[in-house]
């Protein structure tokens, strides 16, 4: 017996260094992002309206999330707990590609759209809203497992 415990430490350290133990994680996982349901700010039945209300991730997978301000007002997007507890890969917007380790807000001043593509980190319930207009409906949560 103690002749197999003298040789399998060293088994499993050579199997480590061949690389078996990376088998199941290859490619860059930020990539391999799912869609979410676009977020329109501003709805045919109100521009206090908002399509979506919650959204229901999952730690360590990939998302991507189309927010699309309809115009009708100046809407300012905002989600600062929800913010530092991801890791944002990009935004995209107007044809531009900003890589920045936080997001702080997202104004929409006319009609227009962003693209958030990110990885949730920490667990959690956390609030997005139009800021300055949650009282009149803008208010939605990121619900984090």
Same mark, same amino acid.
């Given at each position: 017996m103690?002749t197999f415990?003298t +040789?399998?430490?060293p088994l *499993?350290? +050579?199997?480590? *260094?061949i690389g078996?133990?990376?088998?199941h994680a290859?490619?860059?996982l930020?990539r ?7 977020l329109? +700010? %501003?709805?045919e039945?109100s521009?206090?309206?908002m ?5 229901? *991730?999952e730690t %360590?997978k990939?998302y991507?999330l189309k927010?699309i301000?309809?115009g009708?007002?100046?809407y300012?997007?905002?989600? $600062?707990?929800? /913010?530092?507890?991801?890791f944002?890969r990009k935004v995209?917007?107007?044809g531009v ?9 997202l104004?929409f001043?006319? /009609?227009?759209?962003a693209?958030i593509?990110f990885?949730p980190?920490k $667990?959690g319930?956390f609030?997005?809203? /139009?800021? %300055?207009?949650?009282n ?6 990121f619900?984090?497992?």
């Amino acid at each position: 017996m103690r002749t197999f415990k003298t +040789l399998l430490l060293p088994l *499993l350290l +050579l199997v480590s *260094l061949i690389g078996v133990d990376k088998l199941h994680a290859e490619g860059d996982l930020t990539r391999r992002g799912t869609a979410l349901a676009d977020l329109h +700010l %501003g709805t045919e039945a109100s521009d206090y309206g908002m399509s979506q209300m919650e959204y229901r *991730l999952e730690t %360590g997978k990939a998302y991507q999330l189309k927010i699309i301000a309809s115009g009708q007002k100046e809407y300012a997007f905002q989600a $600062p707990e929800f /913010a530092t507890s991801i890791f944002l890969r990009k935004v995209e917007a107007g044809g531009v590609e900003i890589k920045a380790i936080t997001l702080t807000e997202l104004e929409f001043e006319d /009609a227009g759209e962003a693209e958030i593509f990110f990885v949730p980190i920490k $667990p959690g319930k956390f609030p997005f809203y /139009a800021k %300055g207009l949650e009282n009149k409906g803008m208010l939605g949560y990121f619900v984090v497992k």
